[in-house]
């Protein structure tokens, strides 16, 4: 059963373009209402270029209170919006393929603007890595005509452990037997 999006929002990582900008997310956030982030997608709102000269896309992977961990995607230029009372609620991502809490798991992947987690979990391979190339034929092509990149959160349980960005046409090989890095 979904927990309901009440309480604190919480940023857990943020990746725009090629650069992890979860920092510059979370100073995005009103004080006065911690339940929602809504702003346009652009290099003077996040703060930074992280990818010159493309057009990029923005993943944020968030949860309210420590509850169930959701994805919201925008294009540059578009708006984002986190709210507990979206009438389109964003795609869980933790409820397809159980995330083990001890070893190194995919929590969540998008291409370009387009949640890929179920894909990406089912890509895993016996040898419990990934190997492919970063494609449209693979994920699809939701953004005509605009480079693309492959954003791969990887952790135990809630814990961030990286962030892994290939860019569209570039192999992607992750080895999930690498262990977690000790705090």
């Not at 990818?51 to 968030?62: A, D, E, M, N, P």
């Not at 209170?65 to 230029?77: I, L, M, P, R, S």
Request: charged share 20%; aromatic share 8%; proline share 2%.
């Amino acid at each position: 059963m979904q927990e309901q999006n009440t309480g604190k929002l919480n940023i857990i990582v943020a990746v725009y373009g090629l650069k992890t900008v979860t920092e510059h997310v979370r100073n995005l956030l009103n004080e006065e209402d911690s339940q929602t982030l809504s702003f346009i997608v652009s290099n003077r709102t996040i703060g930074e270029d992280g990818w010159y000269g493309q057009k990029k896309s923005l993943t944020i992977l968030y949860d309210y209170n420590g509850g169930d961990t959701q994805v919201a995607t925008a294009k540059e230029g578009d708006a984002i919006t986190i709210t507990p009372g979206l009438r389109r609620q964003p795609k869980l991502i933790g409820k397809h393929v159980p995330v083990d809490n001890q070893t190194l798991s995919v929590l969540a992947a998008t291409y370009g603007a387009d949640d890929v987690t179920y894909k990406i979990r089912n890509l895993i391979s016996s040898h419990n890595t990934l190997s492919f190339t970063v494609n449209n034929t693979l994920f699809g092509d939701a953004w005509y005509g605009v480079a693309k990149t492959l954003v791969i959160v990887l952790g135990s349980g809630k814990e961030v452990s990286s962030v892994e960005i290939f860019i569209e046409r570039e192999t992607c090989y992750v080895n999930l037997n690498d262990a977690m890095p000790t705090a």
